[in-house]
């Protein structure tokens, strides 16, 4: 496991994104994300404002959640940590906003995920997150 900001040791319970057969697992077990929706997302950014109003900053995480539904396996959970860069971008007002096949790629250490299997790159205009850690779990 990384030290620049993921978790240097496994958790209970989490599958962990390492190389390509992990990524092959995850999206063999989800169908690609195929008929999924982004139910919820929350990111820790690990700063805060102190009682005497300082800036501090208890580690570097930048830890990402996102919480899936699926028609095809259970509600998936995954946690992106050491963020580099997240693009959210919803469905319009009255549109779903299910995922057809996603991308999910380890490159040069990075791990990239994309809503869309056209969406490999930044230039992508749908939701997309870069990050230095992968771990993920079906809830339920």
Same mark, same amino acid.
């Given at each position: 496991? +990384?030290?620049? /900001?993921? *978790?240097? *040791? !496994?958790?209970?319970?989490?599958? =962990?994104?390492?190389? &390509? &057969?992990?990524?092959?697992?995850?999206? +063999?077990?989800?169908?690609?994300? *195929?008929?999924?929706?982004? !139910?919820?997302?929350? =990111?820790?950014?690990?700063?805060?404002? $102190?009682? !005497? +109003?300082?800036? =501090?900053?208890? $580690? @570097?995480?930048? &830890?990402?959640?996102?919480?899936?539904? @699926? &028609?095809?396996?259970?509600? %998936?959970?995954?946690?992106?940590?050491?963020?580099?860069?997240?693009?959210?971008?919803?469905?319009?007002? $009255? =549109?779903? @906003?299910?995922?057809?096949?996603?991308?999910?790629?380890?490159?040069?250490?990075?791990?990239?995920?994309?809503? @869309?299997?056209?969406? %490999?790159?930044?230039?992508?205009? /749908?939701?997309?997150?870069?990050? *230095? /850690?992968?771990?993920? +779990?079906?809830?339920?």
């Amino acid at each position: 496991m +990384k030290s620049n /900001g993921c *978790h240097t *040791h !496994k958790l209970e319970g989490w599958n =962990y994104v390492e190389n &390509q &057969q992990d990524i092959d697992f995850i999206l +063999k077990e989800t169908r690609g994300f *195929h008929d999924t929706v982004l !139910k919820d997302l929350s =990111y820790i950014s690990s700063s805060y404002v $102190n009682e !005497k +109003k300082s800036m =501090y900053c208890i $580690n @570097s995480i930048r &830890q990402v959640t996102m919480r899936f539904d @699926s &028609q095809f396996c259970n509600a %998936i959970e995954m946690v992106f940590e050491g963020v580099v860069a997240l693009n959210l971008r919803p469905a319009p007002d $009255n =549109y779903t @906003s299910e995922i057809f096949n996603a991308s999910l790629l380890l490159r040069d250490g990075i791990i990239f995920f994309a809503d @869309s299997r056209d969406g %490999i790159t930044r230039a992508y205009d /749908g939701t997309w997150i870069e990050a *230095h /850690g992968l771990r993920w +779990k079906f809830c339920g």
